[in-house]
C-alpha cells in the first residue's frame, strides 16, 4: 500500500512524499523528468524495503521555498527528513539530478544514516572533456536521441500532450534551471570531495547514455572512496526505465549487500561491467 503526505521539514519546506512497504528504508530521488520516472523503480523496491519518494520542491507543482537555490539544500533537507524520521541504514537511490543529491547527501552525513548509494546516470560533477549535454537547449527530439538507447520506442510528441501538461513540463525545467543551471549540472568541488565518501557507492550507467557518457560515469565512480560502475547495455539515460529486469538486479544486489550487518565485500578498487 502506498501513502502519499506531506513532510514538513522546515516551516517554509513541505515536502510531498510517497511511501510504500516495509524493511530497510530507501530514499529514491526522481530526476529532471520528475517522479513518474522512478516510479516503476519505487513500486519494485517496495516489495522488499520501505521505500520514500520526495517530490523535489517545484516539480509538478509543489512549492519551492526562494531561498532554496542550489542541489546542496535540497541535500540538507533530504537528511533533515531522515533525521527527523528517525531512520538509519538508509540506501539512496538517485536518479540523474538525483543521483547528484545523493552524493552531496553522503558528504554531509555526519551521523552516518546512509549505509548505501546508487547513482543512476548521475550528473554532478566536473569531469574534463565530459560535460553533460545541454538539456535547456535540445528540442524535445534531440533530448530524446541524447537520453535513449531507443530514441523512437521513447520519443513522447508534446504536441499531443495537453496545455496542462506541457505548463507543468516547462515550470519543471525552469526549476531545474534555478538549481543546476549554473554552473551547468555540476558543482566545481564536488568530484575531488568525493574521495571523503567511503559509503558503498554503485553506479548504475546507461551504456547508450549521451547526455552523460558511460566516460563520465566511470570517472564518477572512481572519485568515490569505495565506489563501482556497472554499465547496462542496450539502455540510455533512464536504464530503470529502459532495461528495468538488469537495472534493478544490480540494485537489489547492493541493497543486500550494504544492508547493515551484511559482510563487508572486499576492497578491491573501482570496476565497470556490463550487465546484460
Do not use: K
Amino acid at each position: 500500500m502506498t501513502t502519499e503526505h506531506t513532510a514538513n521539514v522546515y516551516p517554509d519546506l513541505p515536502l510531498t512524499l510517497s511511501e510504500s512497504g516495509t524493511g530497510r528504508p530507501v530514499l529514491i530521488l526522481h530526476g529532471g523528468g520528475g517522479p513518474a520516472t522512478v516510479a516503476g523503480l519505487a513500486a519494485h523496491l517496495s516489495r522488499t524495503a520501505h521505500t520514500l519518494t520526495p517530490v523535489h520542491p517545484g516539480w509538478d507543482g509543489t512549492p519551492r521555498p526562494g531561498r532554496l537555490t542550489g542541489v546542496d539544500d535540497l541535500a540538507v533537507a533530504y537528511l533533515r527528513l531522515l533525521a527527523d524520521r528517525g531512520l538509519d541504514d538508509v540506501l539512496v537511490v538517485g536518479s540523474s539530478l538525483g543521483g547528484w543529491i545523493a552524493a552531496e547527501m553522503a558528504l554531509r552525513d555526519t551521523a552516518g544514516l546512509i549505509t548505501g548509494l546508487v547513482l543512476i546516470d548521475a550528473v554532478g560533477v566536473h569531469v574534463p572533456g565530459e560535460t553533460p549535454a545541454d538539456v535547456f537547449a535540445l528540442d524535445p527530439r534531440g533530448l530524446a536521441e541524447r537520453s535513449w538507447h531507443d530514441p523512437d520506442a521513447h520519443f513522447v510528441d508534446p504536441a499531443g500532450l495537453s496545455g496542462a501538461r506541457l505548463a507543468s513540463l516547462r515550470a519543471n525545467m525552469a526549476t531545474m534551471r534555478v538549481l543546476a543551471g549554473d554552473p551547468y549540472m555540476h558543482d566545481p568541488g564536488l568530484l575531488r570531495r568525493l574521495g571523503r565518501v567511503r559509503t558503498p557507492a554503485l553506479l548504475v550507467w546507461g551504456a547508450s547514455d549521451r547526455i552523460v557518457t558511460p566516460a563520465y560515469g566511470a570517472a564518477y565512480a572512481a572519485a568515490f572512496g569505495d565506489g563501482r560502475m556497472e554499465v547496462v547495455a542496450e539502455a540510455g539515460h533512464l536504464p530503470h526505465i529502459e532495461r528495468p529486469d538488469a537495472t534493478f538486479a544490480l540494485i537489489d544486489a547492493h541493497l543486500r549487500r550494504t544492508t547493515a550487518g551484511a559482510a563487508p565485500r572486499s576492497a578491491t578498487g573501482p570496476t565497470a561491467r556490463t550487465a546484460t
